[in-house]
């Protein structure tokens, strides 16, 4: 019997489906640290390591036996695909599970940071002084306003699809533009990465982490920006300068932040902390019960199919 090892004490409900098929491996405590994955890893034929378990050349040379890593996540940077592709081993992860409740967030914190929702909120609780006058605590209406999306795959499509229905306008900016029928039916119009910058209202980040798009927003880019203009970011945190962003929300060079990732998650760059115009969230893009059941039964859709010959979703 095929043998899986999990990285995290999972719920059990979504990987039902691998009950007596496999010999499953959980860890008694909230997840295995590195060193409990190496003890145990030899004769393991299946890893499934959560989206922060950096799974490395280490592991995979531990894990002799290995054939596949299925990824709890959309995001794959905590693995080395292309170390893994060259010993032979799969690496899949969950992109049809995270769709919408990433791009729910999203739109969340959109919300969240024009309307200054989240900012008069934390000052009521707290009992600081806020303006309730005419025109004190003045936000921005999404109505009619420019949204740049930076990397309109799946995830970012969903984000143009509650915008439209907002009534904003649709600029985004991919490595090549996309089908003239899939522009159509989100209005929107591609842009090189220039003119996102300038042009956009919020900008909405929803593309992955790679060498290309580290830092992709540092100080040029802010300075590009209007000085009323939003930045949104649920894809990864290394697609983000948190330096320069805190710069530029302090000095006035962008209105705004909505963060739901961060560079060295779990910590955040106490600059940006400290700064009202910055809503974070704790990487919670995927944090409603039943996402993490659906992420569940799309890992155990890779790990059956991937045996038996069936469609995976492969990244390597």
Known sequence: MKKILMGQNFKREGFSVLDGKFEIVYPETKMFKKDEILERIADVDVLVPNFSFQTDEEVMNAGKNLKLIANYGVGYNNIDVDYAASKGIAVTN???????????????????????????????????????????????????????????????????????????????????????????????????????????????????????????????????????????????????????????LKGGQIWAAGLDVFENEPKISPELLELDNAIVCPHSGTATYEARIDMEREVAKNIVNFFEGGQIDKVN
């Open 94 to 248: 969950t992109p049809q599970s995270v769709l919408e409740p990433t791009a729910e967030l999203c739109f969340a914190l959109m919300i969240a940071t024009a309307r200054k929702v989240a900012y008069s909120n934390h000052k009521l609780h707290s009992g600081e002084k806020l303006d309730w006058g005419l025109y004190g605590n003045l936000g921005m209406p999404l109505y009619g306003k420019t949204l740049g999306i930076f990397g309109m795959g799946r995830i970012g499509q969903a984000v143009a699809r509650r915008a439209i229905a907002s009534g904003m306008k649709i600029i985004y900016h991919n490595r090549k533009p996309l089908s003239k029928d899939i522009e159509e039916k989100h209005n929107a119009g591609y842009v090189d990465f220039e003119m996102l910058l300038k042009e956009s209202d919020i900008i909405s980040l929803n593309a992955p982490s790679t060498t290309e798009t580290y830092h992709l927003m540092g100080e040029d880019q802010f300075r590009k920006m209007k000085n009323t203009a939003i930045l949104i970011n649920t894809a990864r945190g290394q697609l983000v300068d948190e330096k320069a962003l805190a710069k530029a």
